[in-house]
């Protein structure tokens, strides 16, 4: 659930997570 996490609060960070 990276993307909702990224979505949620990181964005950027987070998108270079869900993609990982």
Request: zero cysteines.
């Given at each position: 659930?990276?993307?909702?996490?990224?979505?949620?609060?990181?964005?950027?960070?987070?998108?270079?997570v869900?993609?990982?």
């Open positions: 659930m990276a993307v909702k996490v990224g979505i949620n609060g990181f964005g950027r960070i987070g998108r270079l869900a993609r990982a």
